[in-house]
T-cell receptor, first 117, second 118 residues
């Protein structure tokens, strides 16, 4: 069975601080994909990044960066110099074989980030 | 225009009523999904469809049914709504050919439907 744990339920930071959102996953598959989505207060889900299990290179996109470590089964997300517009709920998700070749997306429970001006 | 649309965006209904939530997409994707989101629980998969003739149950399909009327349309029905079906419902789509290895395709979500069952 697949599982995604986002241990931080809520985080508050002051604007311009850096913040890291943790994601730990469990799967027996050797081939899998990891995703991050952002859900702003308006409610929609916005895709941020996809990473496959064979690519452990860290990814940087502007103020966002992702650290994938297979040794610790973690896929952490860092926002540098946070802004108020970063306030949202962030979901980590895992796509792995759920049986008979069927891949399903398993979501963590989300981390609510509040950036205080 | 949005690539994935959901109607209605908000709905209030009473216990025992039948309701339908609709999802349409212009992305040309073959795969479509229905999820529900409850506070503090993340998203859970209700049903998914890999093409018009392929419908599969997800983690929490009891009390729900679906219909894939066309490649671009996927509807979710609550045959007899109950209060614990109050939630935010999302439709999502993906393209089987876009993900490289199996399971790698990215899912793109609609704006969601807020459902309140009284």
């Amino acid at each position: 069975a697949q599982k995604v744990t986002q241990a931080q339920t809520e985080i508050s930071v002051v604007e311009k601080e850096d913040v890291t959102l943790d994601c730990v996953y469990e799967t027996r598959d050797t081939t899998y994909y990891l995703f991050w989505y952002k859900q702003p207060p308006s409610g929609e889900l916005v895709f941020l990044i996809r990473r496959n299990s064979f690519d452990e290179q860290n990814e940087i996109s502007g103020r966002y960066s992702w650290n994938f470590q297979k040794s610790t089964s973690s896929f952490n997300f860092t926002i540098t110099a946070s802004q108020v517009v970063d306030s949202a709920v962030y979901f980590c998700a895992l796509s792995a074989n759920s049986g008979a070749g069927s891949y399903q997306l398993t979501f963590g429970k989300g981390t609510k980030l509040s950036v205080i001006p | 225009d949005a690539d994935v649309t959901q109607t209605p965006r908000n709905r209030i209904t009473k216990t025992g009523k039948r309701i339908m939530l609709e999802c349409s997409q212009t992305k040309g994707h073959d795969r479509m999904y229905w999820y529900r989101q409850d506070p503090g629980l993340g998203l859970r998969l209700i049903y998914y469809s890999f093409d018009v003739k392929d419908i599969n149950k997800g983690e929490i399909s009891d009390g729900y049914s679906v219909s894939r009327q066309a490649q671009a349309k996927f509807s979710l029905s609550l045959e007899s709504a109950i209060p614990n079906q109050t939630a935010l419902y999302f439709c999502a789509t993906s393209d089987r050919t876009s993900g490289g290895l199996p399971g790698g395709e990215t899912q793109y979500f609609g704006p969601g439907t807020r459902l309140l069952v009284l």
